[in-house]
């Protein structure tokens, strides 16, 4: 293999060439990994090679070490350590650090991120122990692309999410605060070194916790920093800025001295800068600072309640408020009209942190905004009056409600008028302001009074323009929400404007011309009204179902009209919104569906038949099926024949998790619908799941859905389930072993814990489906459950869904085997610590601890302690 003319060919224009490159280096990699990795990196560090060459080496060789599957990584990352000698590692390692040094930048860069990926396994090993102090060594000494490229190098180590490389480099943290502060100190002349030393600091703060904890050298590193904010070089400025973000994040308690002697002036200052990134950037400190002081409350109160100690909390947003405040209220006005919404400028961040301010500091900053916006709402200059627009929707969350009330009733009809301002700008800044009030102050919208006025203003405003879309739907969905009511309410104040509402959502969603983001937006708001439609309003609901079923069915032909990728995206956009719009009215109408449903399946199917492969219209299209199921119960029977097929096709379709995921629900949905009826089906249902369930590549969310299914399933079909009770009983059993241990992490503990909520669902439903006809087939499954409850008994990490279902198990075995036969199992102490707990926590559900006492009830006649004959109550 000639290999400078198979790397100059992964970047040819010729397609069939750039597939033969790759190819070609996959085979090589694969034949000889060691003499691959070599060859690549001599290929890196040759001076007199092609720039583009010495590139594509360096991704080669970045790729070979990297992989988006965490278990493919492992692959990886053990062939490393496992099959490449150590004299070729050694080389290797050399070749790329000589790289660090080359007069070509990418080479450099490139050379940074393929030591990174070295380190990332070599470092947790112990392994490549000099290279913390090479990187050190050439920071100190090296050319100036031999320091720019270091310091990347350190920042790339640094990055790092893998916590096996985070713990290793603690121990490396002298070495890294050594390196990056040396660079980024202002004695550094070159600047792209300096820059390329505070971004790699930026990166390693979380490294250095032992020497932050040291005043002296704390003192040291933030003098650096602070000098670099005004070293006159914008992108080192907005580097600085970013890097105290970092600092307030993580060392808040250590900052009150820095605040009261530089970090207050200089963030002002840096808000203050014409350059963008520089301004954005010190606005977004004073955003941590006030995150943080959200945090710390919150865990004091906590703290507070339960007796422990309270963390340190200085009140820097409080304090600076009168001078951070005013500054960032000018900086709203600051707006590019050319921007789009997702853009994120100087008054975007300027607006967020006010947002935060509010949260953080409450009523004491009303009165400053208050008097810029009294100031600027009828300003002749179209930032100014959106400014004051802005300010005044952004503190309608933080401080107290009676404070806002008066204000919002007096300001209530001044806004709703501004959705007529002649900018498009302040119009939407009106609808989004106007949908804050609805979020977060809906106490002082009097229905008689604003409600019909402020409907007209957002239908208006959203049918005015696309780019006002959003936000007045946002606006209108918040306002059904806090109008609708109870379902069972036979009328609610959105009735006297629900015909109108309803009529001009589907006028505005009809065109063929309609902006497709204007569509699907109004097609939000529809499934809200919907939603919160009380009964008066149901015959609307139901005539709008109509109109619904019309427009799905004409979208089935338009599948033959497809010509561009644009269209696809569009008509399933369309299918979505619409199928959405059905699930709702069919959760509204329940029962009332009924004689719709023919219709709606017969769309519904003629969807699933038409659309491609890799859609998202099916997820919906279940969705909305579920619900007719649910709906119609036992009725449902009839279609089952004709949609069969697409449940199961999707029940084994693991290439589209969503889909899966959406027809393990859907499983459960139509067991319960059809209770026995869908005994004829389940045998393929358990061959599905139980396939699923033992498929190594499947993804661990779909296992406590698919256990809870099996508890719908024998709930549903009740004595027919020993058929799949062995079975059954060997998965659970399996489940219960994966445990938690003190290193795993959030996502784990999160999956052990609906994984065991899993378990026990499932249990309660075989219980419940046995124990009448065959209870004997029961009794070798009691001291695993009990094993398992045990568990939960003892693991703090536990949530209260857990503990309901736990204890609607004890008392269904307790009833199960009411003559005492498993009393010594029941009397055991932790098991009545566990239901004592849940039974006596005022945090809980009603329900849930009814379902405790119950329990303990079901375990007193089991132990002999309460008369024969009670059952629950």
Not at 247 to 257: A, C, E, H, N, P
Not at 358 to 369: H, K, P, S
Not at 434 to 456: F, K, T
Request: proline share 3%.
């Amino acid at each position: 293999m000639d290999v400078n003319q198979v790397l100059q060919n992964t970047y040819s224009g010729d397609a069939a060439a750039r597939q033969s490159a790759e190819q070609q280096l996959n085979h090589a990699a694969e034949v000889n990994y060691s003499n691959y990795l070599e060859t690549l990196a001599k290929e890196l560090a040759n001076e007199n090679a092609q720039p583009a060459t010495r590139q594509a080496a360096g991704i080669a060789l970045k790729n070979s070490f990297t992989a988006r599957e965490y278990t493919r990584l492992k692959e990886i990352q053990s062939r490393w350590l496992t099959s490449v000698e150590p004299a070729t590692k050694a080389t290797v390692r050399q070749l790329a650090l000589q790289t660090l040094g080359s007069k070509y930048t990418k080479a450099g860069q490139a050379a940074a991120q393929f030591i990174a990926s070295i380190a990332a396994i070599d470092l947790p090993q112990n392994q490549w122990q000099e290279l913390m102090p090479a990187l050190v060594e050439y920071v100190g000494e090296g050319s100036d692309h031999f320091k720019q490229a270091s310091l990347q190098t350190i920042g790339f180590i640094c990055e790092t999410e893998d916590q096996d490389l985070r713990d290793s480099l603690v121990q490396h943290s002298n070495a890294i605060l050594t390196a990056v502060v040396q660079g980024a100190r202002k004695e550094e002349g070159n600047l792209d070194v300096r820059l390329a030393a505070i971004n790699s600091l930026s990166d390693s703060l979380e490294f250095v916790r032992t020497n932050f904890e040291n005043e002296g050298e704390r003192n040291y590193i933030m003098q650096v920093i602070c000098e670099a904010t005004q070293s006159g070089d914008n992108r080192i400025e907005a580097s600085s800025y970013g890097c105290l973000n970092r600092i307030m994040g993580l060392y808040y308690d250590k900052m009150k001295f820095y605040m009261e002697k530089a970090l207050f002036g200089l963030t002002i200052m840096g808000m203050k800068n014409p350059e963008e990134d520089v301004s954005k950037l010190a606005i977004e400190f004073w955003c941590t600072v006030c995150e943080e002081e959200i945090a710390i409350e919150d865990d004091n109160v906590m703290a507070h309640a339960i007796g422990v100690e309270q963390r340190a909390f200085f009140n820097f947003a409080r304090i600076a408020a009168r001078e951070v405040v005013p500054v960032l209220l000018q900086l709203l006005t600051q707006q590019d009209e050319d921007a789009a919404d997702e853009d994120y400028n100087v008054s975007r961040a300027s607006y967020q942190c006010l947002q935060l301010y509010a949260q953080a500091v409450g009523g004491e900053l009303v009165q400053t905004v208050l008097g810029f916006v009294e100031l600027n709402l009828r300003h002749t200059d179209w930032h100014m009056r959106d400014a004051a627009v802005s300010a005044f929707g952004a503190i309608m969350e933080g401080p107290d409600e009676k404070l806002l009330q008066p204000l919002i009733k007096q300001g209530l009809p001044v806004l709703i008028g501004m959705m007529d301002d002649p900018v498009v700008q302040v119009k939407d800044s009106a609808a989004f302001a106007l949908g804050r009030i609805c979020e977060n102050v809906s106490e002082s919208i009097d229905a008689q009074e604003h409600l019909r006025p402020l409907i007209g203003a957002l239908f208006a405003g959203l049918s005015s323009s696309p780019r006002m879309a959003g936000s007045c739907c946002w606006a209108l969905m918040n306002l059904a929400e806090r109008f609708g009511g109870e379902p069972s309410s036979e009328e609610n104040p959105l009735s006297p404007h629900f015909q109108e509402s309803v009529t001009t959502l589907l006028s505005v969603t009809e065109g063929s011309d309609t902006d497709n983001q204007l569509r699907m937006a109004a097609y939000e708001v529809l499934n809200a009204f919907v939603a919160s439609a009380a009964i008066d309003s149901l015959p609307i609901v139901a005539k709008t179902s109509d109109v619904v079923l019309k427009r799905l069915e004409d979208t089935i032909p338009m599948q033959q009209q497809i010509v561009s990728v644009e269209d696809r995206i569009t008509l399933e956009e369309i299918q979505t919104s619409l199928a959405s719009v059905l699930l709702a009215i069919i959760q509204r109408l329940e029962g009332e569906i009924k004689p719709a449903a023919d219709r709606i399946m017969n769309v519904l199917l003629q969807i699933l038949s038409s659309v491609g492969a890799k859609s998202s219209v099916p997820d919906t299209v279940f969705a909305a099926i579920g619900a007719l199921a649910n709906a119609l119960e036992e009725d449902f029977g009839k279609y089952m024949t004709s949609f069969t097929p697409f449940l199961y096709n999707a029940l084994g379709n693991r290439e589209e998790p969503g889909l899966c995921a959406m027809a393990i629900g859907l499983v459960s949905d139509i067991t319960r619908s059809l209770g026995e009826m869908a005994q004829p089906y389940c045998d393929t249902f358990m061959n599905y799941l139980l396939s699923n369930l033992n498929d190594k590549s499947i993804s661990n969310q779909f296992r406590p859905a698919i256990l809870q299914t099996f508890g719908d399933i024998a709930q549903a079909i009740g004595p027919h389930f020993e058929t799949y009770l062995s079975v059954v009983g060997q998965v659970l059993q399996a489940a219960a072993n994966v445990t938690i241990n003190d290193s795993s992490a959030f996502e784990m503990l999160d999956y052990v814990i609906t994984l065991r909520e899993g378990i026990m669902d499932a249990w309660s439903g075989a219980i419940l489906a046995i124990k009448v006809a065959k209870p004997q087939l029961l009794a070798q499954y009691v001291e695993p459950v009990f094993a398992v409850l045990e568990v939960i008994s003892r693991d703090p990490n536990r949530s209260e869904a857990l503990l309901r279902s736990a204890m609607g198990v004890i008392g269904d075995l307790a009833d199960t085997f009411p003559h005492g036969e498993y009393a010594n199992l029941f009397r055991q102490e932790w098991l009545t610590v566990l239901i004592k707990d849940v039974k006596t926590n005022r945090d809980f559900q009603p329900r849930t601890i009814e379902t405790a006492r119950w329990a303990r009830e079901q375990v007193k006649r089991q132990t002999g302690n309460a008369p024969t004959g009670q059952t629950m109550s």
